[in-house]
């Protein structure tokens, strides 16, 4: 069977350094991670290239909206997308790029690309995937990832609709 598959965590302030810098591949070593072929690692590419380390990204939008932030607030979504290893390592690399692509433009259309800080895929692992990671800023400019994400039930929910999304092409 082939998946498309979607993966949303939610993320505090104090974890946020250390996402970009695996995300952005800022580390010299990758011990946790045995997977990672740092040669290949020049093959990754950004949708979104963040303008700054995601901290700073981060704390910059939810200011421009003027949200509120508590010290535990969900300043961020970390979203991994990826697909069948099988079914995705069939594909030509143009292939493949045209499927993250694809993928991004669900998030862009139902979390707004200005919330969107950093979309990058990886070719340097088994799998190729995308980690994409969005700032959850609701309509009315507040910082609520219960309101943007839904919590579990909500998250099965947006699991759905990304698969309704890629099914429709894929």
């Known amino acids: 069977a082939n998946y498309a598959i979607m993966r949303i965590e939610k993320r ?6 250390r996402i970009c810098k695996h995300h952005e591949r800022l580390k010299s070593e990758y011990k946790s991670n045995p997977d990672i072929d740092t040669v290949q690692s020049a093959f990754n590419y950004h949708i979104i290239e963040p303008k700054k380390k995601y901290r700073d990204v981060v704390l910059e939008r939810i200011e421009e909206v003027g949200a509120k932030r508590r010290k535990d607030s969900v300043v961020m979504q970390d979203c991994l997308v990826t697909a069948s290893s099988d079914w995705l390592l ?10 993250f692509y694809y993928a991004y433009h669900f998030f862009e259309d139902n979390f707004k690309k200005e919330n969107i800080i950093s979309a990058v895929v990886h070719m340097d692992e088994a799998t ?3 980690h994409l990671c969005f700032v959850p800023i609701t309509e009315k400019g507040r910082l609520s990832s219960k309101e943007i994400i839904g919590g ?11 698969y309704e999304y890629i099914h429709e092409k894929y």
């Not at 069939?90 to 499927?99: I, M």
């Not at 579990?152 to 990304?162: E, I, R, S, T, Y």
């Open 128 to 130: 190729p995937h995308m």
């Open 90 to 99: 069939s594909k030509s690399n143009e292939e493949q790029a045209e499927y």
């Open 152 to 162: 579990p039930k909500g998250l099965v929910g947006w699991q759905d609709k990304f």
């Open 12 to 17: 505090k302030i104090s974890s946020v350094g």
